[in-house]
């Protein structure tokens, strides 16, 4: 944990009252005593420094500081087949570490239908997740998660509106003729929506589909890797291509 979030709701006043998993963190793994700074953070909001002001053996209560830097938005959103749900607890961590803006799960048609009824979709276990990977990546901005049920819906009328939102659509399926480096040569300034199929990868009528609505698509190289592979992977060159 190299950040301590809170909510807007949690601040009474000038002080925070902690509990659970962030007061056993500064207690038990960074051993913070009173007068000692730490590094927070208002939940899509700033960062700044605040002060633990006392602890008892379940809680800390800190004195807040200026929080003022204010976090910059990802410019990637992800598209994502909906994966098993041990395979989703980690993507979700992963997502909101290396940092995108919206996280929309969809289905295909090697996405199991019982997928869509598992727990970890609740909203509330959904954001303990993502809030793992801010905490991990000391950011502070929430990826905005949506659930679709229905492939040819979101690929015919909930994608063409958010076209003109991204620089590139981009899909990543095996035996394409691009990789991504040749797909999106650099400098890479806009935003960028990066579509991601299941184990198993996408049927031809699903990559005809998304093709037509001006998505393109790329190849990884020749290994097959598994989706929590895939993204860091992929997110990691898109940040390398922005950069050069």
Not at 8 to 22: A, F, M, P, Q
């Amino acid at each position: 944990m190299n950040i301590i979030l809170f909510d807007r709701d949690e601040i009474n006043g000038s002080t925070v009252l902690l509990s659970g998993h962030r007061a056993e963190h500064i207690i038990n793994v960074l051993k913070s005593n009173p007068g000692d700074p730490l590094r927070t953070g208002i939940i899509n909001g700033p960062t700044g420094i605040s002060t633990v002001q006392q602890t008892s053996g379940t809680t800390v209560e800190l004195l807040l500081g200026a929080h003022t830097t204010a976090p910059t938005p990802p410019p990637v959103d992800i598209v994502l087949a909906l994966p098993r749900p041990i395979m989703l607890k980690r993507v979700l961590a992963q997502v909101a570490t290396f940092g995108i803006g919206r996280l929309f799960l969809i289905n295909s048609n090697r996405v199991e239908k019982s997928f869509f009824s598992a727990s970890l979709l609740g909203e509330d276990k959904i954001r303990q997740r993502l809030l793992a990977g801010l905490e991990q990546a000391g950011d502070t901005l929430l990826p905005q998660v949506s659930i679709h049920k229905r492939f040819r819906p979101f690929a015919e009328d909930v994608l063409p509106k958010m076209a003109t939102d991204y620089q590139e659509m981009i899909l990543a399926h095996p035996g394409c003729q691009f990789n991504l480096g040749e797909l999106l040569p650099p400098p890479l300034k806009g935003r960028i929506l990066l579509i991601i199929g299941p184990e198993g990868g996408w049927i031809d009528f699903e990559v005809s589909l998304l093709h037509g609505h001006g998505v393109r698509p790329f190849h990884l190289g020749p290994r097959i890797l598994r989706v929590d592979s895939v993204i860091p992977s992929l997110l990691g060159q898109l940040d390398l291509l922005r950069r050069l």
